[in-house]
Nanobody, 119 residues
């Protein structure tokens, strides 16, 4: 069972990026899914999360600019990032509660994808 994030890169200020994260393996169910980020010299922080019922929660700094969504059938979670500013430059990690067949729900991290916003 693993999470694979993609979609990061270098973008100019004011631009947009869409991150994707795919869960794979012998997955029985998926609970909450989310995106975190870690900037150089800072702790990892929550950016956005979405429950299995599609309730969402955002960090105050990204409200109105970032949108999290999920496709449960495809086992995917997305983060649409608009109106980007250099301050959001960080490694973005997807996370999810995944339950393997015959096991309990557990927390998993993806490998991270770099988003760099140039001014």
């Amino acid at each position: 069972v693993q999470l694979q994030a993609s979609g990061g890169g270098l973008v100019q200020a004011g631009g947009s990026v869409r991150l994707s994260c795919a869960a794979s393996g012998s997955i029985f169910s998926i609970g909450d899914m989310g995106w975190y980020r870690q900037a150089p010299g800072k702790q990892r922080e929550l950016v956005a999360e979405i429950t299995s019922g599609r309730s969402t929660n955002y960090a105050d700094s990204v409200k109105g600019r970032f949108t999290i969504s999920r496709d449960s059938a495809k086992k995917m979670v997305y983060l649409q990032m608009n109106s980007l500013e250099p301050e959001v430059t960080a490694v973005y990690y997807c996370a999810a509660q995944l339950q393997e067949y015959g096991s309990n729900l557990d927390h998993y991290w993806g490998q991270g994808t770099q988003v760099t916003v140039s001014s």
